[in-house]
């Protein structure tokens, strides 16, 4: 299991029409192969800060991902609020708790 963790900052002022979009984009996720979990978190203290959590089979999954129509369709969607290129990179677990 990889976990995709994207820092993403958005415009000012458009952090509801950003997640919006997001949530239209979760049957996107629901549907791409090998992507069992997604969620979006708004950060508390920093005002149009992000992170899109996304569970991947593996980063091959998330990589093959990339190359589809829905990642295409995810970008339509949410890209215009982006105030820069998201930072993304993946975590493996490496230890659990409850």
């Not at 509801?16 to 791409?32: I, S, Y």
Request: proline share 5%; aromatic share 12%; with cysteine.
């Amino acid at each position: 299991m990889a976990t995709e963790i994207a820092c993403i900052d958005v415009t000012p002022g458009s952090g509801e029409a950003f997640e919006a979009g997001a949530a239209e984009a979760v049957a996107l996720f629901r549907a791409a192969d090998g992507c069992t979990d997604m969620r979006l978190l708004r950060s508390h203290e920093r005002e149009g800060r992000y992170w899109l959590i996304i569970e991947w089979r593996d980063v091959a999954a998330h990589e093959a991902f990339r190359a589809t129509p829905a990642f295409a369709r995810w970008r339509e969607l949410v890209g215009p609020y982006f105030a820069g290129p998201p930072q993304v990179e993946h975590g493996i677990a490496t230890a659990a708790g409850f």
